[in-house]
């Protein structure tokens, strides 16, 4: 089946340590998301790519990083981790293509639980 | 900017019963797409159902409905017969269609946990 990938699952790092999540999709689809999500809240988008053009929140901090070298991949660089960064990271696509109903339908994956100790 | 508000942290159903989550908007956009989102326990994230702005006629997939009103900018959720693997946290979701673009920011709600009762 088609699908939005992510590894690994659970992720410890620590403070200050560099990270990275990995998101890979067999969607074939144009465009890939990263959320942040923190206990009981509500996905906040960090950031997207529509093919290789990035395209950054005002409001992720710089500490996020983000790199996508084919359609299929997409990695989530976290430089310098606080322990305000743990949180569920998911990552989604969608087709991003002709204005129809399912092209702006984002699938998600099942997500990285980031703990940083 | 676009809000969504979903006024109902939690909600509890017996199995086979009907609920409805409400969820209300704030945008100036004309044009847009909203989405039902469900996240059970510890697992992925799915879409429950889609809403495109400009049809009237309300989106229904299986047991699941939406009450639209875009004058109101409300967008309901109906739940009907009630099973235990809908227990979830339940977002309603917002998503401007500017200028035709077909991909973008998704505005969440703060979620509303359902819990089915057996």
């Known amino acids: 089946d088609a699908m939005v990938i992510q590894n690994p699952r659970y992720q410890v790092t620590q403070f200050g340590k560099p990270v990275t999540l990995s998101c890979s999709q067999t969607l074939n689809h144009n465009v890939m998301y990263w959320y942040q999500q923190k206990s009981s809240q509500a996905p906040k988008l960090l950031f997207h790519y529509y093919d290789k053009d990035f395209n950054n929140e005002a409001d992720t901090p710089d500490n996020f990083q983000s790199r996508r070298p084919n359609t299929s991949f997409c990695f989530l660089d976290i430089r310098s981790p606080g322990l305000g960064d743990a949180a569920m990271y998911l990552c989604?696509?969608?087709?991003?293509?002709?204005?129809?109903?399912?092209?702006?339908?984002?699938?998600f994956g099942p997500g990285t639980r980031l703990t940083v100790t | 900017a676009q809000t969504v508000t979903q006024s109902q942290p939690e909600m509890s159903v017996q199995e086979a019963e009907t609920v409805t989550l409400s969820c209300t908007y704030d945008t100036s956009e004309s044009n847009y797409y909203l989405f039902w989102y469900k996240q059970p326990p510890s697992r992925q994230m799915i879409l429950v159902i889609r809403q495109e702005a400009y049809k009237q006629q309300n989106a229904t997939e299986n047991r699941f409905s939406v009450n639209f009103q875009k004058a109101a900018k409300s967008f309901s959720l109906k739940i009907s017969d009630s099973q235990l693997g809908d227990t979830a946290m339940y977002f309603c979701a917002f998503l401007p269609n500017a200028g035709g673009t077909s991909y973008g920011k998704l505005t969440f709600g703060q979620g509303t946990i359902l819990t089915v009762h057996p």
């Open positions: 989604a696509t969608s087709r991003g293509l002709a204005p129809e109903g399912d092209a702006y339908e984002q699938y």
